[in-house]
Nanobody
Framework: QVQVVESGGGLVQSGGSLRLSCAAS????????MGWFRQAPQKERALVAT???????VMADSFKGRFTISKDNAKNTMYLQMNNLRPEDTAVYYC??????????WGQGTQVTVSS
Protein backbone atom coordinates (compact mmCIF):
# COMPACT_ATOMS: atom_id res chain seq x y z
CA GLN A 1 0.00 0.00 0.00
CA VAL A 2 1.22 3.48 -0.96
CA GLN A 3 0.33 6.64 0.90
CA VAL A 4 1.00 10.28 0.02
CA VAL A 5 0.53 13.21 2.39
CA GLU A 6 0.64 16.91 1.46
CA SER A 7 1.74 19.75 3.68
CA GLY A 8 2.88 23.36 3.45
CA GLY A 9 -0.29 25.19 2.51
CA GLY A 10 -1.49 28.28 4.26
CA LEU A 11 -2.38 31.94 3.92
CA VAL A 12 0.00 34.16 1.98
CA GLN A 13 -0.12 37.70 0.66
CA SER A 14 -0.27 38.37 -3.06
CA GLY A 15 3.27 38.24 -4.45
CA GLY A 16 4.47 35.91 -1.74
CA SER A 17 5.77 32.35 -1.90
CA LEU A 18 4.96 28.92 -0.51
CA ARG A 19 6.60 25.53 -0.79
CA LEU A 20 4.32 22.51 -0.73
CA SER A 21 5.59 19.06 0.22
CA CYS A 22 4.27 15.61 -0.60
CA ALA A 23 5.72 12.73 1.39
CA ALA A 24 5.33 9.25 -0.09
CA SER A 25 5.50 6.00 1.82
CA UNK A 26 4.90 2.35 1.10
CA UNK A 27 6.05 -0.02 -1.60
CA UNK A 28 6.89 2.31 -4.48
CA UNK A 29 9.05 0.68 -7.13
CA UNK A 30 9.72 0.74 -10.82
CA UNK A 31 8.48 3.56 -13.01
CA UNK A 32 6.13 6.08 -11.44
CA UNK A 33 4.87 9.61 -11.97
CA MET A 34 4.10 12.03 -9.18
CA GLY A 35 2.13 15.17 -9.78
CA TRP A 36 0.51 18.23 -8.29
CA PHE A 37 -3.10 19.11 -9.02
CA ARG A 38 -5.24 21.93 -7.74
CA GLN A 39 -8.94 22.53 -7.40
CA ALA A 40 -10.59 25.87 -6.74
CA PRO A 41 -14.18 26.10 -5.49
CA GLN A 42 -16.73 25.29 -8.18
CA LYS A 43 -13.98 24.30 -10.63
CA GLU A 44 -12.57 21.02 -11.88
CA ARG A 45 -9.33 19.58 -10.61
CA ALA A 46 -6.49 20.76 -12.86
CA LEU A 47 -2.97 19.48 -13.45
CA VAL A 48 -0.14 21.74 -12.27
CA ALA A 49 3.02 19.68 -12.84
CA THR A 50 4.45 16.16 -12.90
CA UNK A 51 7.80 14.55 -12.16
CA UNK A 52 8.81 10.99 -13.03
CA UNK A 53 10.84 8.49 -11.05
CA UNK A 54 13.76 9.46 -13.29
CA UNK A 55 13.38 13.17 -12.56
CA UNK A 56 11.79 14.31 -15.82
CA UNK A 57 9.46 17.24 -15.17
CA VAL A 58 6.49 18.73 -16.98
CA MET A 59 4.89 22.03 -15.99
CA ALA A 60 1.55 23.24 -17.25
CA ASP A 61 1.99 26.33 -19.41
CA SER A 62 0.08 28.67 -17.13
CA PHE A 63 2.50 28.06 -14.25
CA LYS A 64 5.83 28.22 -16.08
CA GLY A 65 8.11 30.88 -14.65
CA ARG A 66 6.37 30.97 -11.26
CA PHE A 67 6.18 27.35 -10.06
CA THR A 68 8.88 24.68 -9.85
CA ILE A 69 8.45 20.96 -9.20
CA SER A 70 11.24 18.90 -7.65
CA LYS A 71 11.85 15.90 -5.41
CA ASP A 72 14.26 14.62 -2.80
CA ASN A 73 14.71 10.88 -3.22
CA ALA A 74 16.42 10.48 0.16
CA LYS A 75 13.33 11.89 1.86
CA ASN A 76 10.79 10.33 -0.53
CA THR A 77 9.31 13.80 -0.85
CA MET A 78 8.11 15.88 -3.79
CA TYR A 79 7.93 19.66 -3.66
CA LEU A 80 6.10 22.44 -5.41
CA GLN A 81 7.79 25.83 -5.04
CA MET A 82 5.25 28.56 -5.74
CA ASN A 83 6.48 32.12 -6.24
CA ASN A 84 4.70 35.36 -7.11
CA LEU A 85 1.41 33.96 -5.90
CA ARG A 86 -1.82 35.56 -7.04
CA PRO A 87 -5.33 35.46 -5.56
CA GLU A 88 -6.41 33.24 -8.44
CA ASP A 89 -3.94 30.60 -7.19
CA THR A 90 -6.22 30.06 -4.20
CA ALA A 91 -7.20 26.38 -4.25
CA VAL A 92 -6.77 23.03 -2.58
CA TYR A 93 -3.55 21.48 -3.87
CA TYR A 94 -3.40 17.70 -4.17
CA CYS A 95 -0.53 15.26 -4.52
CA UNK A 96 -0.89 12.22 -6.77
CA UNK A 97 1.31 9.19 -7.32
CA UNK A 98 0.69 7.02 -10.37
CA UNK A 99 2.36 3.62 -10.23
CA UNK A 100 2.43 1.28 -13.19
CA UNK A 101 0.39 -0.23 -14.51
CA UNK A 102 -2.83 1.35 -13.25
CA UNK A 103 -2.66 2.45 -9.60
CA UNK A 104 -3.29 6.02 -8.45
CA UNK A 105 -2.84 7.33 -4.92
CA TRP A 106 -4.14 10.71 -3.78
CA GLY A 107 -3.45 12.82 -0.75
CA GLN A 108 -6.20 14.68 1.09
CA GLY A 109 -5.05 18.08 -0.10
CA THR A 110 -3.59 21.21 1.43
CA GLN A 111 -5.30 24.60 1.29
CA VAL A 112 -3.51 27.54 -0.30
CA THR A 113 -5.13 30.95 0.15
CA VAL A 114 -3.64 34.06 -1.45
CA SER A 115 -4.93 37.38 -0.18
CA SER A 116 -4.97 40.72 -1.98
Amino acid sequence: QVQVVESGGGLVQSGGSLRLSCAASGNVFGFYIMGWFRQAPQKERALVATITSGGVTVMADSFKGRFTISKDNAKNTMYLQMNNLRPEDTAVYYCNLHQNPNADYWGQGTQVTVSS
